[in-house]
């Protein structure tokens, strides 16, 4: 297709009631489509059936150890979760510590216990060495900046690029400001540019010289075995570089089965230098008895081992793969050529990322929620919501049908036209719904 | 028999050497018992083993609303564990928040909110109102104390009475220090001492006049449905008596079924006016996805309701009557009238609550450890490890089988009479392992 930008006015402007006149239709269908969060569908939440029942029994609740998941005890977790954890994130399983249902809260306790209490015995909490303020790859995941926003953290833009977050300017205000505390990763399949970091990022984010010492890295390693295709992405360990560069606790790690088996009765985990670890379960001991070692053992019993989660994710990607691909060539076949939009072909995660170039994320939102098709909200993919550009937009193609997919997809096709199209043409659209 | 004080020195010095040989032989026998913590055996956790299998289709996760257990989503919990709670509470669905398997994670988060939120939107954060207190009705809950020695909270003794805590001093400290933000209570068959908080100890903390206008009861039910007897206790609706008063928003209640279904895998709730409940899902959503929803339909699938909860109850107190009862026969058949110490007989909950006057806790502690009994650490029971009268020890009868169980009461009785005789002759008796 011809570039809008090479069109004459007059063309641009009859391209505009031609997509008008698309979308009134598509507003009459009376759709309710959402593509709005990360979702697995109810195909994919079948896959592992198996595991609701696979613990029925009091014998299976008795480790050979003796130890009985059903009573209290074990606050870091019972010693088969942790290597099933240590084997997916490569990680030997001292560093572990198993969680919850939410590795979320995992990472909102890290931050709350960096701040009430600091991060090792030997810094003071971070709150109380004044104004705390983290870095945060844009666009990015808006559960992590809502974690600071809550906290009263303040948040500092870096640009994501192909390769991970801007290092030049990671690195440059890391080194001068020892109020800067962390940074929010999502290194592989990044939500939500499905962007995984390079290995020249990991070790410069493993090696970074901090004004602060008592510095993090926020590692939500979210879609560790999320390919899409046989051949996944590589992420380099970012434990091993943070050893050599002789910085251990520079990181916490964190991953869970949200996305392998339920979402929302997975497991969890944060992983961690042993100095951390020994410090963070110090204080757990005063927050909880522990997590749910029965659901940490029907997980264990399920997939058996890290090969057994991987051999699962492949029957995930075989549900997920044909709607990216679907959504992808959509927008190939609509929009591909137009100059107005581009946006990323992931190998893996929940995400396809979405750039309009001429700055009207907030307009194609709208234009969609009329038509009955709900997006992540515009802005989302920044902190405090804020999207500087308005040109970001998050699509989630996990959650609904293949079918109803494919016509959100045109439907957002539709109204990413009108959108570039009323901003080249200074015409705004008839109104939708009259 | 006669009080050991209206023995001639010499006979008690007889006595001593008597219960020393016993105690000797005792020694020999290479036990191995624990009395120390409220851990409920494992023919009580066999009575839940249906419930561990009950869930074990997909149909199942999908609730008439046509939400999914699996996925994400519901942040304070399925409507039928909200239920379930409130029944056993006897309080509005509208009031519950579900949780996870760890009632005491619930307690620490609601005191570190309020600690950096604050208890409402109105109200500074508690820390930035300077040093937090709160009232420590002793003895108590170690659990309770070691959340506010973590987060750095003052804790202010307040003696325990057969009827709650001496509420004269709970009003005097309340009215004039507003910086006393709370007060731990374990209102039915308390912690460790088994009383259930009188309708006027109830009424009285319900509309207390404090000083601090964010004040917060913390009212761990943790016992609510944990009668030994058919006749339980009866303890007056809080949230009833606060809302009379005035003061709907005083009060967290918390209750888990821990010690009804999974200690280590259970679900809890905290429930609270309809002010604070939303303003704690206002942050709880930064927080967490939520608990396990799963874990709360298994709960829901095999108890059905709250008289499901109380059948199921009379077989818990079936296994730990005779428990109790096997011990408080030992105790007064071995210790009744020697006039050295006393005892509580509860009719629910988990614990006895065991007081020498002549303030020797710690060699009764000692002296057991070294026969190969267990008893929880002396001090436990009172803020910062601190008996300051070196005199009550808890007793938890739960978890060794009976006979084990009775082996240790008798070796414990040796002890205390140990103690108490060598208290009263000046003698140390011989060391115990020469």
Redesign the interface.
Known sequence: MKPYSSLAPEQQYSELIKEHKKYVRLCSMGLALDMS?G??D?DQ??LS?EM??I????E??ILESGL???????LDGIPAAKKLFADILDLPEENIIVG???S??LM?DAV?RA??YGVLPEYEPWMKQGEVKFLCPCPGYD?HF??C???GIEMIRVPMTMTGPDMDKVEKLVASDPMIKGIWCVPKYSNPMGVTYSDETVRRLASLETAAPDFRIFWDDAYAVHDLYDEGDKLLNIKVEAEKAGKPDIVYIFTST?KIS????GISCIAASMKNVKYIKS?M???????????MLRHVLYFKDADGVRTHMKRHAALLRPKFEAVLEIFEHELGGLGVCEWTKPRGGYFINFDITTGSARRVFELCWDAGVRLTSVGATYPYGNDPHDRNLRIAPSYPPIEELKTAAKVFCTCVKIAALERLTGAPAPAAKD
Do not use: V
């Open positions: 969060r979702k697995p109810r939440l079948n059936e609701l029942g613990l029925n029994s009091s299976q609740c009985d998941c059903r009573n209290y005890g074990l919850g249902n939410s979320l809260n909102y709350a701040l009430i559960r809502g974690i926003q809550s906290l949200s339920f979402p929302g009765s204080i001991t005063y927050q909880t008895i522990g997590c749910d070692k029965l659901n």
